[in-house]
């Protein structure tokens, strides 16, 4: 079984990758780092640190306002990265691209100001996988405006019961928010015939994509979604950006989330008009370094190239999944046949708590616990999982110190 | 004859410094949570739960002379096996003793990631609910 079954991981260079990342060189509790904690969130590459560095050494100002060398600097810098963020993700139109905080804060700023919209009789349709930041949001404002959150149930398997989905819209429906990869299982949802169903009943589709930006080719006019979301640090870039597609004719409409500088066009005390797009939802100073690191990170992925990324990490999967079942008493958790780098399980008799503890130990990072889905880890009527998340620089050799280090572990807490 | 506070912490420093590396110790804790007194399931109930996002603790408390006694368990076994060693050090100890506590042996003896709130395992809250409990106690007893 070992390895030669499976093909080489031959389209991608992964010793002069891994070597991009400064921090895969260090050790842990004295042993070399083995990052499998991805989802979470992801390392970063020596060109997005630089990038970081030299805007604040040689480029730093604030943006959109001064008339002086460095701030028009900054603004180009700054508008580059929109411009490459959202060709990265095909949008029509690069006002369509809000810089945000992450996922957390463009879902809220949808769920905001859309939400003043919602009325009561009307619902929102999300799924039991979702992640908290794709519930809490929604929660709070169906509960302001009267409406209803509807939940779709998902499979045994992990993934979407699509019939359930499909009998729980209507015309009631006036969004549907649903993640795109699962990151708690790893399940790749099928967003562009989601989106059909949506638009039929008149429906808005937000798309969560925090797992997927990194990980597959996301189009977003392929897709048809109406919005979609995602993180800069779970794509290789810095922390605190983030970014909110919206189709254009649909921002526009929108009220202001958030309020102050940079996003208007004129005040008085009586009134206050709105900048134009993408300007409108983005109030105060933004986060520039970050814009710019994000683009910076587009940019290193874009050096590979996303279609071999995913097909390198979809064999990593193979590899892990094979290599994991050699573990006594493992059991899977989310086995979706369209799935991404995201492996979950649970070993008879052992908490998951221990096993991440344990293999800390041995320099392997990975994630216990719920993964901010409660209601999902309810449903399946688990404590929580083990969960391994593979990203770009991760290699089979890796696969192959978890699976020893799952071992031994397991060996220590079952004795 | 009891001994004290500061007293069995020492002797729990002393038993892990002879525990050669990292496997040893956990090999340990692993040893001591498998032997930790099973509590009878009826405090075993949500209101002795304190939620930790990753494992859950069960904490219980009561009074018999000047000293408080208590009894915990958790869903992870190394959870448990620091449960242990916290229970060797509060329990049966009289409450003003219990809160002017400083537990310094866990940093001591190689273990002080379990307390540290990004492990959501309960111990922490654990910990402030043992001096929460000491502190009700002898509230209630004056």
Redesign the interface.
């Given at each position: 079984m070992e390895g030669s079954s499976l093909k080489e991981k031959t389209n991608i260079n992964i010793t002069s990758i891994r070597e991009a990342f400064p921090i895969l060189k260090r050790k842990v509790?004295g042993k070399n780092l083995i990052y499998l904690d991805n989802a979470a969130s992801s390392q970063k590459p020596l060109s997005v640190i630089d990038a970081i560095s030299e805007y604040y050494s040689n480029e730093h100002s604030n943006v959109h306002r001064g008339v002086h060398y460095l701030s028009q600097l900054a603004t180009e810098k700054f508008e580059i990265a929109r411009s490459k963020i959202s060709t990265y993700i095909n949008a029509a139109e690069t006002r369509e691209l809000i810089f945000t905080k992450g996922t957390t804060d463009s879902i809220n700023l949808v769920a905001n100001s859309l939400g003043r919209t919602l009325q009561a009789g009307d619902e929102v349709l999300i799924t039991e996988m979702e992640h908290h930041s794709n519930i809490v949001p929604w929660q709070i404002a169906v509960n302001d405006h009267g409406a209803k959150l509807v939940v779709a149930r998902i499979h045994d398997d992990g993934s979407l019961d699509l019939e359930d989905f499909y009998k729980k819209l209507s015309p009631k429906t006036r969004i549907s928010s649903l993640v795109h990869i699962s990151n708690a299982l790893g399940t790749i949802n099928p967003i562009k015939e989601i989106a059909k169903a949506v638009h039929e009943y008149g429906g808005l589709l937000l798309v969560d994509g925090a797992q997927s930006a990194h990980h597959m080719k996301v189009d977003v006019q392929k897709l048809n979604c109406d919005f979609y979301v995602g993180s800069g640090h779970k794509m290789y870039g810095p922390t605190g950006i983030g970014f909110l597609y919206g189709k254009a004719h649909l921002l526009e409409k929108m009220h202001p989330y958030q309020s102050g500088g940079e996003m208007i066009a004129d005040v008085t005390f009586e009134k206050t008009t709105y900048q134009q797009l993408p300007f409108k939802f983005e109030a105060g100073t933004p986060n520039i370094s970050g814009a710019i690191g994000l683009g910076a990170a587009v940019d290193f992925i874009q050096s590979i190239g996303i279609e071999k990324i995913t097909e390198a990490e979809s064999e990593l999967l193979n590899y892990i999944q094979l290599k994991l079942s050699e573990v006594d008493g493992i059991r899977f958790i989310g086995t979706a046949k369209e799935k991404a780098g995201v492996v979950s399980f649970l070993i008879d008799g052992?908490?998951?708590?221990?096993i991440?503890?344990?293999i800390?130990?041995m320099g392997v990072a990975v994630r216990?616990?719920?993964h901010c889905t409660q209601p999902l880890m309810k449903r399946l009527n688990i404590?929580?999982t083990v969960r391994a998340s593979l990203a770009v620089y991760n290699s089979k050799q890796d696969i192959d110190i978890l699976t020893e280090s799952v071992i031994r572990a397991s060996k220590?807490?079952r004795? | 004859m009891n001994h004290t506070i500061p007293e069995i912490q020492a002797e729990i420093v002393d038993e892990f410094s002879m525990l050669n590396d990292?496997?040893e110790k956990?090999?340990h804790l692993?040893d001591l949570g498998n032997n930790l007194r099973v509590i009878d399931e009826s405090e075993r109930k949500d209101e002795n739960l304190i939620k930790g996002?990753?494992?859950?603790v069960w904490l219980h408390a009561k009074q018999k002379d000047s000293k408080v006694h208590y009894t915990a368990d958790s869903?992870?076994?190394?959870?448990k096996g620091i449960i242990a060693l916290m229970l060797r050090v509060f329990d049966n100890q009289p409450s003003d003793e219990i809160m002017k506590a400083s537990l310094d042996f866990i940093d001591k003896i190689g273990l002080k990631?379990?307390l540290s709130p990004n492990?959501?395992?309960g111990l922490l809250s654990m910990v402030k609910q043992i001096k929460f409990y000491a502190l009700a106690l002898q509230a209630k007893s004056v």
């Open positions: 509790n052992v908490h998951p708590y221990d991440g503890a344990i800390d130990k216990t616990g719920h404590p929580g220590m807490l004795k | 990292w496997v956990y090999e692993i996002c990753q494992s859950r869903d992870a076994l190394i959870t990631e379990h492990r959501a395992n």
